[in-house]
C-alpha cells in the first residue's frame, strides 16, 4: 500500500468522481483508476460502486476514508519529526514563477539579510509532497489545491494573454473581446496536461453562454508562437512569463478586452504553520 493509493482514494470519496478527483491531484483518470484499482487487489474488497452517472463509496471504502484521513495526516507529521529549526526559507514553484519569485526573494533578503531563501524547481505533485514533508515552506501554484495538510493564502490573479499570427483577423488590435474568439480554433495542450487553463477558458465561455472551438492539440513545450503562425486563423493563451521578449516577428499577443481570462495565484503552507517575519514578508513581496 502507497500513501499516494489513499491519497487518491480520498480524492476520489470527496469528489464522487474519478475525472474530478483526477484534475485535483494533477493526473489522468486512466493513472488515478489504475492506482485505486491495485489498493482494491490489495485490500482484497471494492472501495467504489462505479456506474454510468455517478461513484459511491461501497461500505468498506466508507470505513476506510477517515482511517485514509488520519493515515496521510499522521505521515506530514512522522515527515517533520526530523526537521531542525533553520534560518532559511525553501519555495518551490514550476519554472514559470521565477522571475516573479527571485524579485521577492531579492526584495526580502534587502530586509532580512540573515535569512538564506531557496528556490527550487518542482512539478506540481513534487511541491505539494515537499510543503506536506516540510521540505520546503512554501509552495507557489495557479489554481486550486484540496488536499490534507496544506492552507492556500491568496497572492492575487494573473490574466492570461492571448496569441495569434500576425496575419490573423484580429491582429490589429491591442484588446480582443472573447466572444469575438468564438468562431476561432483554439490550438491548446490536451486537457489532461494543463487542467487549470482549459478550467479558466471553460468558465469564461460559460460566462458570455458560448463554448471554445477548440483545434487539434498541441505539444506542451513552449511551441504555441509557431502553432498559430502555422494556423494564421487559430489562437492560443499563454501566462504573462511566457510573453517575456515576445513578440517574435509573426505574432502578435493581446488582452482580452473584459479581464475574463484570469487565473488566482496562490501560496501553498503546511496547516497550521505560522509564518515567521520573514516568511510573512516573503508573500508580502510575491504579490503582485
Not at 489513499?6 to 483508476?33: D, N, P, T
Not at 495557479?142 to 492552507?151: S, W
Request: proline content about 7%.
Amino acid at each position: 500500500m502507497e500513501f499516494r493509493q489513499l491519497r487518491y482514494f480520498l480524492a476520489v470519496g470527496e469528489m464522487s468522481s474519478f475525472s474530478r478527483a483526477a484534475e485535483r491531484c494533477y493526473i489522468s483518470q486512466s493513472a488515478i483508476s489504475h492506482q485505486i484499482s491495485k489498493l482494491e487487489r490489495e485490500l482484497g474488497a471494492s472501495l467504489f460502486e462505479r456506474s454510468t452517472r455517478v461513484v459511491s463509496l461501497t461500505p468498506a471504502g466508507e470505513r476506510l476514508m477517515p482511517i485514509a484521513a488520519e493515515v496521510l495526516a499522521l505521515e506530514a507529521k512522522a515527515l517533520a519529526v526530523g526537521r531542525e529549526p533553520r534560518n532559511r526559507i525553501r519555495v518551490t514553484a514550476n519554472m514559470s514563477f521565477a522571475a516573479q519569485s527571485l524579485d521577492a526573494i531579492a526584495t526580502v533578503r534587502e530586509q532580512h539579510p540573515n535569512l538564506d531563501i531557496e528556490f527550487v524547481i518542482k512539478d506540481f505533485a513534487d511541491r505539494m509532497d515537499a510543503v506536506v514533508s516540510g521540505d520546503a515552506d512554501l509552495a507557489l501554484i495557479r489554481g486550486e489545491v484540496d488536499r490534507p495538510g496544506v492552507e492556500t493564502v491568496d497572492l492575487g490573479n494573473q490574466d492570461l494573454l492571448i496569441l495569434l499570427s500576425r496575419r490573423h483577423p484580429l491582429a490589429t488590435r491591442d484588446r480582443v473581446d472573447l466572444g469575438e474568439l468564438a468562431e476561432f480554433p483554439l490550438l491548446l495542450p490536451p486537457r489532461h496536461q494543463q487542467v487549470l487553463i482549459h478550467q479558466v477558458i471553460e468558465g469564461a465561455f460559460r460566462e458570455i453562454g458560448r463554448k471554445a472551438l477548440l483545434g487539434p492539440a498541441i505539444p506542451a513545450d513552449h511551441t504555441a508562437p509557431l502553432e498559430v503562425i502555422t494556423h494564421p486563423r487559430a489562437w492560443t493563451v499563454l501566462y504573462p512569463e511566457s510573453a517575456i521578449g515576445m513578440p517574435p516577428a509573426g505574432v502578435r499577443v493581446l488582452s482580452e478586452a473584459r479581464d475574463r481570462l484570469r487565473v488566482p495565484v496562490r501560496a501553498v503552507l503546511r496547516t497550521g504553520m505560522e509564518p515567521g517575519p520573514g516568511l510573512q514578508d516573503l508573500l508580502t513581496a510575491l504579490r503582485p
